[in-house]
């Protein structure tokens, strides 16, 4: 007890000093505003202030980087309602019904309920990184490919069975992602699969032009010349807009409460990222709601969940990075290259040989979600002025920051041309009733359980029973199961109905 005392005085002592403020501060703000505006990616921002953090102490360095991180997950849900554009991957779910709200007037409350349940499932998760980071490491340590294979099995069909309308459709939708994440290099062979000869397909689709594709541009298509072209109305902007109703705030904490939990816990295991626990407890909302029909109109529990799990999976995510040297994600990833730059290598030992760092970074989030609230709630009104002006305006300059944050992801003017044509395709998408998010999912996805599978059958030696002789993969693949057969469960119910009734 004394030794966590004295871990947290010495983090404490990092970073509530005068620089490690300062740089906290300019990166969770970098990190709001790139999480709102649609196009440009926390990855993308961190490569660019990557440089910065050379003349830096390498721990405050790393709380700036950290701070545009988990900053733009919260600024991410302001573009996702306000204009049903993600402005990050891991919050495209909040389109769902953060969109329909915000159609519904109610954009100031969901703008509120969002920052408030990112700022819990923040607290929630780094009360989890201090208490129990060394019992959840090991946990996650246990895991073999086998496991990872079937927890992202279990992920890849909440995909398809979760969105809106037809399971059968969903499940398409997340095989042609899984598809379109074959394209590129073969990691084990060095082959180039399904690059129909380009050579800019060689280190594959850019997911940062497939998901600025698939949901920025072909809003702005789907937007041309309909009704939601006429900008919507802005009322005079008062507190009691934003503060929820007592019923209101019923049906948001104990979702709060489920995506915080999920969050930490997905977002701890190495590999999965936010993406996959914001999917995970908005399938888990959805499935246990007694009105399971309101979502994706407009359902708060819809919103409150996934934040929650983004943000707790993004502190979460440094569980791994931290105690194990494991990347949480491409982000984390990120951060940790950060590291190795400033000549530290992130190992089980890191947290003794660095409590400066380790803690210092630990408490720093504590302070930067701090800043969040305060910054983010006061400037609510200004997010939801971006509806007052033209879509005629808004609209082209959208498209130049997505082109701009594509190009700016990889240099690549190939990659301009990809999100174009994804936009295209979205948009087709949309008028047949195919949901572009199991896309999404299938394409982050994709890789990682083909990386586990391979992994798996080379260590059994082809042998594919050792997925149900690990009691841990076989909760995971009767969960997949179980999922399926709940989604099948409606459809099988209607044609008994019918065959009764001939």
């Known amino acids: 007890m004394n030794e966590f005392a004295g871990n947290i005085a010495i983090g404490l002592g990092q970073a509530l000093t005068a620089d490690s403020l300062l740089f906290c501060f300019i990166g969770v703000t970098v990190g709001t505003l790139v999480g709102v505006l649609p196009g440009i990616g926390p990855l993308a921002a961190i490569s660019l202030a990557l440089p910065m953090t050379y003349y830096l102490d390498p721990t405050t360095g790393l709380i700036m980087l950290a701070g545009i991180f988990y900053g733009s997950q919260y600024g991410g849900s302001t573009a996702s309602i306000l204009l049903n554009l993600p402005g990050s991957a891991t919050s495209a779910i909040t389109c769902l019904d953060g969109y329909p ?31 129990f980071a060394p019992l959840i490491a090991d946990l996650a340590l246990g895991f073999s490919s086998a496991e990872y294979f079937s927890v992202l099995l279990l992920g890849l069909v909440a995909a398809g069975t979760m969105t809106p309308g037809s399971p059968v459709k969903g499940l398409m939708m997340v095989a042609f992602g899984i598809a379109l994440g074959l394209v590129g290099t073969d990691v084990n062979s060095g082959a180039f699969r399904f690059t129909l000869g380009l050579l800019d397909l060689s280190d594959g689709i850019s997911l940062v032009a497939l998901a600025m594709g698939l949901f920025g541009v072909s809003e702005v298509i789907a937007n041309i010349g309909g009704r939601a072209t006429r900008p919507m109305r802005i009322e005079r902007i008062r507190l009691r807009d934003m503060w929820p109703s007592r019923q209101e705030w019923r049906e948001i904490w104990p979702p709060t409460l489920r995506g915080s939990m999920i969050g930490s816990f997905v977002g701890a295991l190495p590999g999965t990222g936010p993406g996959v626990a914001t999917l995970i407890a908005y399938a888990t909302e959805k499935r246990i709601s007694k009105h399971p029909e309101r979502f994706g109109k407009g359902a708060l529990a819809g919103i409150s969940a996934p934040e929650a799990a983004n943000n707790a999976a993004v502190q979460a995510a440094f569980i791994p990075t931290l105690s194990l040297g494991i990347p949480g994600d491409a982000v984390v990833a990120m951060l940790m290259g950060a590291m190795i730059l400033h000549g530290i290598t992130p190992s089980p030992n890191l947290i003794h040989e660095q409590p400066t760092l380790v803690w210092g970074l630990i408490m720093s989030f504590w302070v930067g979600n701090l800043m969040l609230l305060v910054l983010n709630i006061p400037l609510l009104g200004l997010w939801v002025r971006l509806l007052s002006i033209p879509y005629n305006l808004l609209y082209p300059a959208i498209l130049v920051l997505v082109c701009v944050g594509v190009y700016a992801a990889d240099n690549s003017v190939f990659d301009i041309f990809v999100v174009l044509a994804f936009g295209i395709l979205g948009y087709v998408m949309r008028i047949l009733g195919y949901e572009a998010m199991p896309v999404l999912l299938g394409f982050i996805l994709g890789p990682l359980i083909e990386e586990h599978l391979r992994r798996t059958l080379l260590l059994s030696h082809g042998d594919m029973s050792i997925l149900v002789e690990r009691p841990v993969s076989l909760l995971f693949l009767l969960a997949s199961l179980l999922l399926l057969a709940i989604s099948a469960l409606p459809a099988l119910r209607r044609r008994l109905a019918r065959m009764e009734s001939v």
């Open 101 to 131: 709200l915000a159609r519904q007037g109610k954009a100031l409350l969901a703008l509120f309920v969002t920052a408030i349940n990112s700022f819990v499932g923040a607290s929630i998760a780094i009360l989890i990184l201090m208490g």
